[in-house]
Nanobody, 116 residues
Framework: QVHLVESGGGLVQPGGSLRLSCAAS????????MGWYRQAPGKQRELVAY????????TYADYVRGRFTISRSNAKDTVYLQMHSLKPEETAVYYC?????????WGKGTQGTVAS
């Protein structure tokens, strides 16, 4: 079992920044890869970024590469998503995700709103 709790969302102006956190429980954090996804109103959930279990490999969707950074602290059982130069169309609920023993785990998400 893995329990994920996202935080750090909020309201930011276009061009602004947000830093999201996802705290994990389950004593297995250091051996699981983690991903950040988002779902905008009326749209499908989409992958934003991915990080391997030891943080040595990261992958980004084309639409965020160069602006977003995923990182993790295995000592704190937490994965982060630093977002810069945010756009209004990136208003969404942001979720963290992992897969373990063929089960998919999601947090409840944190709302990020980009508006002036």
């Amino acid at each position: 079992q893995v329990h994920l709790v996202e935080s750090g969302g909020g309201l930011v102006q276009p061009g602004g920044s947000l830093r999201l956190s996802c705290a994990a429980s389950g004593r297995i954090f250091s051996i699981i890869a983690m991903g950040w996804y988002r779902q905008a109103p009326g749209k499908q959930r989409e992958l934003v970024a991915y990080i391997s279990s030891n943080g040595g490999r990261t992958t980004y969707a084309d639409y965020v590469r160069g602006r977003f950074t995923i990182s993790r602290s295995n000592a704190k059982d937490t994965v982060y998503l630093q977002m810069h130069s945010l756009k209004p169309e990136e208003t969404a609920v942001y979720y963290c995700n992992t897969e373990y023993h063929d089960a998919n785990y999601w947090g409840k998400g944190t709302q990020g709103t980009v508006a002036s």
